[in-house]
């Protein structure tokens, strides 16, 4: 088999490879999104860091952020972010904390663009423990940010799916325009 023939198969080979590889897309542009929906409209109240995790899984996913309620398909609104620590453990030799639990506690509402209640408000928890650096302060205050970060990335994308289970309700026809009588 001559070289060119070889290289024409290892091609055909690598294309059709490729081609079964459909549920893989550059961020920000899923042509074949499960949502039926498009444009969300999104309010944070009191809930920063789930906001923008939801704001990045929402390009992520290629969905658009809109301004104004009236132009979205679905309206998300997320309320009361909470972060709690809570001690897991204490070392029995020097009486010093071991371990720790952060955990988030936020609520969101989702309704469809004319404002009917397609999701009632639901919480959304969750927790990740890790080991207390006794020694480091700063290492403790940077991990505890990175924590409650990774944290509200997990509530955005716990969202994001809950979503696609959303079914919204037909828009109703705009009025043909009638033609002036004259």
């Given at each position: 088999m001559s070289q060119r023939v070889r290289l024409g198969l290892l091609m055909l080979l690598l294309a059709l490879a490729l081609n079964g590889c459909g549920g893989w897309y550059l961020r920000g542009s899923n042509p074949a999104s499960t949502h039926n929906f498009r444009k969300v409209y999104l309010k944070g109240d009191n809930a920063e860091q789930v906001t923008q995790a939801v704001v990045r899984e929402l390009y992520n996913r290629g969905l658009k952020q809109v301004r104004g309620r009236s132009d979205a398909d679905l309206i998300i609104e997320i309320e009361d972010e909470r972060y709690e620590r809570r001690i897991l453990?204490?070392?029995?030799?020097?009486?010093?904390?071991?371990?720790?639990?952060?955990?988030?506690?936020?609520?969101?509402?989702?309704?469809?663009?004319?404002?009917?209640?397609?999701?009632?408000?639901?919480?959304?928890?969750?927790?990740?423990?890790?080991?207390?650096?006794?020694?480091?302060?700063?290492?403790?205050?940077e991990q505890d940010n990175t924590v409650q970060q990774d944290l509200a990335e997990t509530a955005a994308t716990s969202l994001i799916f809950r979503l696609e289970s959303v079914e919204l309700p037909p828009r109703p026809a705009k009025a043909p325009r009638s033609e002036p009588k004259g």
């Open positions: 453990s204490v070392d029995p030799g020097t009486g010093k904390v071991r371990e720790i639990e952060l955990g988030l506690l936020a609520h969101f509402t989702v309704r469809s663009g004319d404002g009917k209640l397609l999701v009632p408000r639901e919480p959304l928890t969750f927790q990740l423990d890790y080991v207390f650096d006794e020694g480091s302060l700063l290492g403790t205050v």
